[in-house]
């Protein structure tokens, strides 16, 4: 019997091969997109997380006032201590996080509610005019977050923290209790009537999947239709319930605004007001810590969601063998729920801006009667007597620089969010299976589970000092650009991820045999093909960076200053007309540009969220 051997590569051969495959697989255009976006969310979001940490185990100059003799840059426990074992551990950090937890389940059940109910009559019934519903649904994410509560402070308010009369006060001659005026029973109201899109658009896209025929084999054997909804409809829409859980719950525990307005006042704080407290006054020690336990608890409810999810085998709802969507029938009813649902959305919608606008109207705070209508919180020129001395919004120079600050700022968020959320749908759709594309996609992630708040406090560590040849960027335009980016990266990767998948590959392919490079074949066939994704991206970061508060609220300087951060300036001055007006201004424009972007190639704000 003859042997055959294989001749052996010499060892010097075969690793130049290795080194050849390398250097092609490294100048491949997926990798080093991939390798380029790995050092931008490197910067943008690991070394800011770790100079936040840093700052929490190490005495500052600022920290000699409440430890003495400390050495600055020297590790301690300090602030941890303080803020967790300390006498005012209670006031400082447990019972804001009591606070804040309560407000975020109370505004997630009652969302989870409004928008479930909503979204299973619209999709699962015949009721009419879904169309309409469908619209007026998405109308409170436009709005900032905390209209609906400077609404609320309008109709209620009882004098109780300071202030006027509101107008069901003025109108009865009864205070409201201060239960229903302020504190967190108005919180969870108002958050949760402006977050339950996110459960209306997500549980609606569940729903429109399930096959009817599986509710249809259950009602013939007898079960109830509570039942069937418990058994079958419910367990099928876990995952959309589970999205909506963690986009309302992350959002309303780290909102700012709404809790500044209603909470604040009567001494009720949350994680994100007793921030802003403590870097107030520069105590970034302890500010970083409860930003560090805002970030744990997110962390906590998106892993906790993932295994939820990941228990079950399958959540499979549409198969090969045909699809049956059969709607239940309301009957005679249907025409009263669609009357209500249609009214409930409108005042949801509608009211809040008519009382911020009845308020800026009114020459005198707390009288809402006809003698009082007066247009100087619009056009009057300036008095001392009238809001601390500043002429009407639309002559106030200041606040026109605030309105233009917030369309730049919201123009280059939207343009380098949109285009980095093309390249990294490139990068990780390309890489797909790789641990490079893995990585890619896992740290674009991160942004998404660090509260709007917290996020902000993170970048404050990071630029309050030169890093590396970048000098301190704290209190300038470019930092409030950077941070807003970072911050939407996570949703801007998905929209992209989702368009890039629908491009074939032999598209590219065939490009290559032409001889088209790797980045004509990008710039000419790639981005044309996803460029409704982009669109649809950039019209989203735009509405949500125009209205974004909790983001930057501690990264804004007068000079600096947008208009939503000016609302809250105004308001914490007791400059509540003014503050309304320029809420009504801001508005205004995010419809403006709404309905301009909207325009090119289909983009609509409803699409991006369903990304």
Known sequence: MTVTTIPK???PLLNKARLRRFFRWLKSPQVILSLIMLAVMFYMVIIPLYRMLITTITFSENDLRYAPGAVVGQFTLFHWLRMLTSKIAVIMTFQPLLHSLTISFGATTLAFVIGGTMAWMVVRTDMPGRKIINILAVVPYIMPSWTIAMAWKVLFNNGTAGGVPGVLMFLTGTAPPDWIAFGPLPIIISSALHYYTFYFLFVSAALMSIDSSLEEAAELAGASRGRILRKITFPLVIPALLSGFIMTFSKTMGTFGGPNVLGVPVSYYTMSTMLRSNTTVLAFGDAFVLAIILILFSMTTV?????????????????????MAQKTKLRESKYILTAITVTFQIIIAVLPLLLLIMSTLMLRSGSYSFDNLS???????SNVNINSGEPGVLLNPAIW??????????????????????????????????????????LAFVPYVIPGIAFGAVYISMFTKSVGPIPPLYGTFLLLVIVSVAKH?????????SAMLQVGRELEEAAAVAGAN????FWRIIFPLTSAGFVSGFLLTFITTMRELSLIILLVTPSTAVLASMTMRYIENGNEQQANAVI?????IVLIGNFIISRFRGGSLKKGLGA
């Open 584 to 588: 009504i201004l801001l508005i205004t």
């Open 9 to 11: 590569v010499p060892l």
């Open 303 to 323: 892993t906790v969601n993932q295994k939820i999810v990941g228990t079950r085998k399958s959540y499979e709802t549409i198969g090969g063998r045909g699809f």
């Open 489 to 497: 990266i996570p949703y801007s990767s998905r929209s992209g991820v």
């Open 401 to 442: 620089k605030g309105a233009w600050n917030s369309i730049k700022l919201a123009l280059y968020t939207a343009f380098f969010t949109a285009l980095l959320g093309v390249i990294l749908g490139y990068a990780i759709v390309k890489g797909r299976g790789t641990k490079l594309g893995k990585i890619v996609e896992q």
């Open 518 to 521: 790797a980045w004509r074949r």
């Open 375 to 381: 247009l100087v919180h619009w056009i009057g020129e």
